[in-house]
């Protein structure tokens, strides 16, 4: 079969690999769609700790069911079609025994740790499929990042007449504030992308600013109450010390960004407005809410996908959203034709 290979960093080619066959307990998949997410591109530079190449990327994508191995006799058919949780827990290590899997001291995720969705084909565990009905490939594939946002709220209780500050216009933002939006939330969102923040509006942000008026807006927003919930989708230790001022007095903090950064933060305030400061990992059991979302809201979602690549040209695409993060938003590849 085709597979897109990053062979080293920066470097991606088409390549003839094997065929995969499935197993007891797994599925063989034909994959329709796959997106380029940010932890993509951090691999395929390099900056991904868990970067090691050759490696076949992709965790967020569809697929249509094209085999099963050997015993399986559950309801999913040949031919539906399909989303995959990409995570691969080990079940018996302290996150897994508490319904954690999200924080498994040994997690695997496809198209990082193993053999990704960049690629004809791709066999994974039956446990991780998700059916979604007559929801479209390219909307089936905006469901995993969502999940990520689906996490994020779930992990700050978001819920009816919270107002939601969130840094970071970019999918993991917007899948949190179209998350927060569907709970009952108002939201505001702040990047230092003017295009982004354009369709952080598009796709139903309150009020928008840009990321150096932000402590401002909060404010000006709240009435100076501060925000009920903030949440950090950049990593940015400026970010996380705004946070901590711009946050209502007994709210939350919830922070998905990912940094080896370290933040300095005044230990008053953590009593003073007793904090609650989470952090928020890939997703734990709440995939299945993601798929409803998009099941429910898909069309008013699809503005998320800024460019679409056929799969030949899988490593111009991956290279264009590298270098041009004003403009790519979320990046598909088409395995097959629309």
């Not at 927003?221 to 989708?233: I, K, P, R």
């Not at 059991?285 to 898909?298: E, H, K, L, P, T």
Request: charged share 15%.
């Amino acid at each position: 079969m085709k597979a897109a290979v990053t062979t080293a960093a920066s470097h991606m080619e088409i390549q003839d690999v094997p065929d995969p066959h499935a197993g007891p307990g797994e599925a063989l998949l034909k994959i329709e769609v796959a997106g380029i997410c940010g932890s993509d591109l951090h691999f395929y530079d390099g900056h991904n700790p868990y970067a090691k190449y050759p490696t076949i990327q992709g965790h967020e994508f569809s697929a249509t069911v094209a085999g099963f191995g050997p015993g399986y006799s559950g309801p999913i058919r040949v031919g539906d079609r399909v989303t995959v949780e990409p995570l691969l827990s080990c079940g018996t290590c302290y996150p897994c025994r508490h319904a954690r899997p999200n924080c498994c001291t040994s997690l695997r995720v496809l198209g990082i740790h193993t053999t990704g969705a960049f690629a004809e084909y791709l066999t994974v565990p039956v446990t991780h499929l998700f059916p979604v009905g007559s929801l479209d490939a390219e909307l089936t594939a905006l469901i995993e990042p969502l999940s990520i946002g689906m996490q994020m709220i779930t992990r700050g209780q978001v819920g009816p007449g919270d107002t939601v500050a969130i840094f970071g216009a970019g999918p993991i933002g917007q899948a949190a504030m179209i998350a927060s939006i569907d709970r009952g939330a108002r939201c505001l969102v702040m990047d230092r992308l003017p295009s982004r923040l354009e369709l952080a509006r598009t796709l139903g942000a309150e009020r928008i600013a840009l990321a150096s008026d932000g402590a401002d807006a909060v404010m000006d927003w709240t009435h100076g109450d501060g925000a009920s919930v903030v949440m950090d989708a950049t990593g940015a230790p400026a970010v996380i010390r705004t946070a901590v001022d711009v946050v209502a007095y007994a709210g939350r903090i919830v922070i998905a960004g990912i940094s080896l950064e370290e933040v300095s933060l005044p230990v008053s305030l953590f009593t003073r407005k007793e904090l609650t400061i989470l952090g928020s990992r890939n997703n734990a059991g709440v995939f299945g809410q993601a798929v409803d979302i998009v099941q429910r809201r898909g069309e008013a979602l699809r503005p998320m996908v800024s460019h679409r690549f056929p799969f030949a040209q899988a490593p111009a695409a991956i290279a264009f959203a590298h270098d041009h993060p004003a403009e790519a938003n979320k990046v598909l590849l088409r395995m097959t034709p629309a």
